[in-house]
């Protein structure tokens, strides 16, 4: 299960690649920067991204938990969708699953294509054998969700609803639990599956559109749609990543000996930079959570007391990435007080710095000596990736290659007997293993890169 909840997580984010430009495309059509039918043009082409999230979901997980990607799960998970929405609407028109529709679609056309896409079937029947009878096995399974979801489902959203106003009634307590839990599930890999709960279900705001009635869920949507309410499951990560996380970067350089800071700020300036603008913090996060594990409890505290702080200030400001600086100027007019972000950025930038500048030093925290220290390694794309088979125990220990943004994900046959020192010297930033049959990497961004040399290798 706990495989399975990564494998959903890192799944996760291909559908979740696509609302960057859907949440420009909204942007731009809002009518203060194109106007008449430009703008008409680009509303309509973001909002048929957000209209249809549970599609997306469906196509993108189905993809993304299928071995070799193959694009007949993600035709299934399609499929899948519009079958058991269709079953469960006949049942009660009043039913409404959101994104988790296609989150369980997702996962059964993925899962159901691992298991049967090279299924035989009698000769007679051949041409339904194989990827075709994905398609057909996913139709009949979702009837059975559309089923369960028509007769059972309002007692499942009484209880997401009784979540919904126990977390809205805690008020900025709520936002805090939800902001340290945002951060000290990223090693697990499992903070996507929690940001689908807040970002794309929790709450609902209505509109019209087209003269009908159109109920959004969840922060980022109802952000994008107009809710002056929303956004308070993300203001706070501006506060974050444009200020918290730099400052942060800096008290670890001050505490790196004089002899190796000039490397040392070569790297920190990097993804600090990269934190600021784009709101991508793993580069930077990865390079303390295994070396110093009392600096990133600090953050995910700092990050938690960060949200409730935007709330306590009143701050609405959504993001359709991540809460960098370029979506912070994108954003800017559809935000409530985003102006206050920038005191209380200042305000947080310190104490990270201070509370982080102490920790180390109190602690002794060594972050990036260990890896300064190892000579550098000038070896070829080939001769890596022979590295890093041997470093898995070879061809016949591997039984599945996978990477999301920063980490390669294995399958092993067996994990104990693999040797952290071995990735450590290829570059990894620290080594997970969930269980004796799977083992991550932490690379960086090099990840899926050197997940696809795996692959081409081992064929």
């Keep these: 299960m706990f495989n399975l909840l990564q494998r959903i997580g890192k799944a996760l984010m291909t559908p979740i690649a696509v609302l960057p430009v859907a949440a420009l495309l909204l942007r731009l059509g809002f009518g203060d920067i194109f106007d008449g039918q430009i703008a008409l043009i680009m509303k309509a082409a973001g909002e048929a991204v957000f209209a249809n999230l549970d599609m997306l979901f469906g196509i993108g997980i189905a993809y993304g938990l299928a071995k070799n990607n193959d694009g007949a ?3 299934s998970g399609a499929i899948g969708v519009f079958i058991a929405k269709a079953v469960y609407l006949s049942i009660d028109k009043d039913v409404n699953m959101g994104v988790f529709v296609g989150i369980i679609i997702g996962v059964l056309a993925g899962t ?3 298991r049967f896409h090279n299924i035989k079937v009698p000769e007679f029947l051949g041409f339904f054998g194989g990827k075709r009878f994905v398609p057909i096995i996913t139709a009949l399974s979702a009837i059975v969700v559309g089923v369960l979801a028509g007769y059972f489902w309002p007692y499942a959203q009484n209880a997401i609803d009784a979540f919904s106003n126990m977390i809205i009634g805690m008020h900025e307590g709520g936002t805090f639990i939800y902001g340290v839990l945002n951060r000290m599930l990223i090693p697990l890999g499992l903070h996507h599956i929690l940001n689908s709960i807040f970002w794309f279900q929790l709450g609902e705001y209505s509109y019209v ?19 002056p309410t929303a956004g ?6 501006y506060v974050v990543m444009m200020f918290g996380l730099p400052a942060m970067s800096y008290a670890i350089y001050l505490n ?9 700020g070569a790297i920190l300036a990097g993804v600090a930079f990269t934190s600021f603008l784009t709101g991508i913090t ?3 996060e990865f390079l303390f959570l295994f070396v110093a594990p009392p600096l990133f409890v600090l953050h995910a505290l700092l990050t938690g007391l960060a949200l409730a702080s935007a709330q306590m200030l009143n701050i609405h400001a959504g993001f359709g990435f991540s809460a960098g600086f370029i979506d912070y100027i994108i954003n800017y007019k559809l935000a409530t007080n985003p102006l206050r972000i920038l005191p209380l950025g200042i305000l947080f930038a310190f104490f990270y710095f201070v509370f982080s500048y102490y920790l180390i030093k109190l602690l002794k925290l060594k972050i990036l000596e260990t890896e300064l220290q190892e000579d550098d390694l000038d070896i070829s794309a080939s001769d890596e990736t022979l590295a890093f088979i041997t470093a898995l125990g070879g061809k016949d220990n591997i039984v599945n290659t996978d990477a999301c943004i920063t980490r390669l994900r294995m399958s092993v046959n067996d994990s104990s007997t693999l040797e952290d020192e071995k990735f450590m010297k290829l570059g990894a930033k620290g080594v997970i293993r969930p269980d004796k049959h799977s083992i991550q990497v932490v690379l960086g961004a090099k990840a899926e890169r050197v ?9």
């Design 73 to 75: 799960a993600a035709l």
């Design 451 to 459: 997940a696809e040399r795996i692959k081409e290798a081992l064929k």
């Design 232 to 237: 308070i499951y993300m203001s706070g990560f």
């Design 256 to 264: 790196t000996p004089k002899n190796y800071r000039a490397k040392a």
């Design 112 to 114: 159901l294509y691992n």
């Design 282 to 284: 793993e580069p930077l």
């Design 209 to 227: 559109k087209d003269g009908v009635e159109v109920v959004a869920n969840g922060d980022l949507h109802r952000f994008f749609a107009g809710d």
